[in-house]
């Protein structure tokens, strides 16, 4: 009688620690999900801040709206993420890409603000913020954001992969 008890406390132990492994690996589902979102963005924004070098070119206008619209939609997706996503030991990037685009933001406001002061048109940016632009991309270096970000949801399964292993050997 008491072996069968102790058989059945193992098995509530083993139960446990698989009802735990299953509720981590959905959340860090959730997580990832997040965080290769905000990795598509950040290549698109990195992609469109590129594009526009001097001297103007013919459809710098598609380029400028899109690092303005994905702009915005980074600075909402990182005011909402969710804390875990963020703020985890291979959570580097977050800050870093939070600094970039809170800088790309300064530098399309100022260029509003100068374009509407000359009355220009505002469909392209001007000379200086251009140079804005590339001295943004050269300060935060994108690249390395992108890099941190696959990082973190690559090592974030490895050592999920390493705790399921490790709580399967115990079976």
Not at 99 to 104: K, S
Not at 116 to 134: E, H, I, Q
Request: hydrophobic share 35%; aromatic share 10%.
């Amino acid at each position: 009688m008491i072996l069968q008890g102790r058989r059945g406390d193992e098995r509530e132990r083993q139960q446990n620690g698989l009802l735990r492994l299953q509720f981590h690996y959905s959340w860090l589902i959730q997580v990832n999900t997040e965080r290769e979102k905000i990795l598509r963005l950040t290549r698109e924004i990195h992609l469109a801040a590129g594009c526009l070098k001097s001297p103007a070119a013919p459809g710098d206008d598609s380029f400028w709206e899109e690092l303005q619209e994905k702009t915005i939609e980074m600075r909402q997706r990182l005011g909402i993420l969710d804390f875990g996503a963020s703020h985890r030991a291979y959570d580097s990037w977050f800050y870093q890409l939070e600094q970039y685009v809170d800088d790309l933001r300064r530098i399309i406001g100022e260029d509003y603000e100068f374009q509407k002061l000359y009355k220009l048109d505002g469909k392209a940016p001007v000379d200086s913020t251009r140079t804005k632009l590339k001295d943004a991309e050269a300060r935060h270096q994108p690249i390395d954001i992108l890099l941190d970000i696959e990082k973190a949801i690559r090592m974030e399964f490895f050592e999920f992969n390493k705790k399921f292993d490790d709580e399967m050997r115990g079976r």
